[in-house]
């Protein structure tokens, strides 16, 4: 039983890993330091932390995003158990 608990462990982490990663390639950051440590981030297991840090530029460039996109982020911040990272991204919404 733990090590089919460990199993699961490891693929929730690979899909938010995965989904991360996605979100930031369509994300609009533009900077290539930040994207690199998101990057650097994810691939030591710290998704949640990459998760933080992308949505903290987002906000603090003040960079625009679609209303497609914050659902993206919310639904993501939701099932990850950080809803700090999305607050009043909303006010970035454009269109």
């Known amino acids: 039983m ?3 608990g460990l199993v699961w ?4 982490s690979l899909s938010y ?8 390639e369509d994300s609009p ?5 930040v994207i690199t440590d998101v990057r650097h ?6 998704e949640a ?10 906000y603090e460039n003040a960079l625009p995003i ?11 911040a939701d099932e990850m158990g950080t809803p700090r990272s999305v607050q009043r991204l909303d006010e970035l919404l454009v269109g």
């Open 41 to 46: 981030l994810l691939s030591h297991g710290e």
């Open 17 to 24: 890993r995965a989904r991360v990663a996605a979100l930031l």
């Open 66 to 76: 679609t209303r497609q996109y914050l659902d993206r982020l919310v639904a993501m």
């Open 29 to 33: 950051l533009t900077s290539e330091a």
């Open 9 to 12: 462990g490891q693929l929730v």
């Open 49 to 58: 932390l990459a998760f933080d840090t992308m949505c903290s530029w987002i």
């Open 2 to 4: 733990i090590r089919s």
